[in-house]
């Protein structure tokens, strides 16, 4: 008899595009997870987030990063953030690298298979983005380090700008193709 | 229609959920006399006023936060959005 072995795939099978200077990237080794703290229980997880990953947390719209570079916090609604990470299915559940050091101080969800996470940037990102993002992308009103929730064609979409020309764009598996088809066309459909 | 959220700034009115009059959230005490009557008039009984008017929006394609939004029912312009908690606590709620 064989031994079958289940081997976790990319939502879009690591799609990459590079069209009209504007690169779209599958990120495929995100891990993510959700951190909500009881109510008044902000300072406590503050205090435990700073002690175990050197940052501070962020306020809603705001991005913290671990003082090991390699962990974001985006500050999603009152009292709810998302960590994300780099994380592959060999290291095991994503939770634990949370969980366990926050402890009784945050409520912890992983997240990682229910988001396709894209790495839009290039020139042009902007460009492609203003069509479909009703969010106001001007890096004067939207800088490094902001995130928002809001949709595009109808998705839900988080944006997060991770640089001058470069955004992560997470929205829901269940909707991903849709969701890559309205950036892809939207690349596409650039005239500048 | 933009809704100026107290957090997020202007966002599009697309990515709420009304729901409706802000006396909503003054839910009334289920163990009073007068009970029966008082849920009568909270759930049935509405102002349907032409001009300034509190109601309730869901951001749901945001932060998922409820506000009270005071909107010109005939201008639809908004003067004043606050998050429902806030305003609940204000109103001695337990929210």
Redesign the interface.
């Known amino acids: 008899m064989s031994n079958f072995t289940f081997v976790s795939q990319p939502v879009l099978g690591g799609f990459k595009q590079e069209c009209k200077g504007v690169s779209i990237i599958e990120q495929t080794k995100l891990g993510i997870v959700s951190v909500a703290c009881p109510n008044d229980g902000d300072a406590a997880l503050a205090a435990s987030i700073q002690k175990a990953f050197g940052c501070s947390l962020p306020k809603?719209?705001g991005v913290e990063v671990s003082d090991s570079g390699t962990m974001r916090w985006l500050g999603?609604?009152?009292q709810?953030w998302f960590v994300l990470f780099e994380h592959s299915a060999e290291q095991g559940a994503p939770l634990a690298t949370i969980k366990d050091e926050l402890g009784d101080t945050a409520y912890c969800t992983d997240q990682s298979d229910s988001w396709v996470s894209l790495a839009v940037s290039g020139p042009l990102a902007i460009t492609a983005l203003e069509r479909i993002c009703?969010?106001?992308l001007h890096l004067s009103v939207f800088p490094v380090g902001t995130v928002?929730?809001?949709?595009m064609e109808h998705l839900?979409v988080i944006i997060t700008r991770t640089g001058d020309e470069e955004f992560l764009m997470m929205s829901a598996t269940s909707s991903a193709d849709s969701f890559l088809h309205a950036i892809t066309l939207s690349v596409k459909n650039i005239t500048a | 229609m933009i809704i100026n959220h107290p957090l997020l700034g202007p966002r599009d009115a697309a990515e709420f959920v009304y729901l409706g009059d802000a006396s909503l959230i003054n839910r009334p005490d289920a163990s009073s006399d007068d009970a029966a009557q008082a849920f009568y008039e909270y759930l049935y009984l509405r102002d349907n006023p032409a001009g300034e008017h509190k109601e309730l929006w869901y951001h749901e394609q945001g932060d998922r936060s409820w506000l009270v939004v005071t909107r010109n029912t005939l201008t639809h312009e908004i003067s004043k959005v606050e998050i429902a908690r806030d305003v609940a606590r204000a109103a001695g709620g337990s929210a």
């Open positions: 809603v719209s999603l609604q009152p709810q009703p969010i106001d928002a929730r809001t949709t839900g």
